[in-house]
């Protein structure tokens, strides 16, 4: 008797997975689509990982992107103390001495404003000075995420090596 209830059980979860799995065939998964004035286009479909946080839009307005051209990023060693400052151009690259790490800067905003998942800079002014990064160890990428002025240990890069602070902005 103990054999049918779990026959039982197996048929009807077999049924419900069929069942769901049917119904969201032809759903797009994973998808989401750009609000409107959030600098992508009306009806944009930006992809979002299975499992993962809803994709953030970046709108880096113009008057920001014609005033701010480079970063200043300190470099903390934590075997040793000291402490080198890197300028990294906006869409450039700067490799770190001695530690096989590189430093991309994407974006840069200097009034870091975040509503939902549209992030923008408030102002032009650097009340909340904020640059998204990449660091890439060896040509893998091990890091890529928001690096604050204000707030270093917000979301912080974490290394055995080496600390970074944004630290400068021109």
């Keep these: 008797m103990n054999i049918f209830r779990r026959l039982a059980v197996v048929f ?15 759903a797009p998964a994973n998808q989401q689509t750009a609000p409107a004035g959030t600098g992508a ?32 990023i300190d470099v903390s060693g934590k075997t040793e103390s000291s402490t080198e400052t890197i300028t990294v151009p906006i869409g450039g690259r700067s490799a770190i001495a001695g530690t096989g790490l590189t430093i991309s800067v994407r ?8 509503e939902g998942t549209n992030i923008t800079s408030a102002s032009n002014e650097p009340k909340n000075p904020a640059a998204y990064i990449t660091v890439t160890e060896d040509g893998k990428e091990v ?4 690096i604050f002025a204000l707030y270093p240990d917000l979301q912080r890069f974490e290394h055995p090596k080496i600390s970074l602070k944004l630290s400068g902005y021109n």
Excluded: H, Q, R
């Design 143 to 146: 890091y890529g995420g928001w």
């Design 107 to 114: 974006d840069f905003l200097p009034d870091f404003s975040m």
């Design 12 to 26: 009807i979860i077999t049924l419900i997975a069929l069942g769901c799995s049917k119904d969201n065939a032809n």
């Design 41 to 72: 286009a009306s009806g944009t479909v930006v992809e979002t990982p299975v499992g993962s946080k809803p994709a953030e839009i970046v709108t880096v307005p113009d008057n920001v992107k014609a005033k701010w051209k480079n970063v200043k």
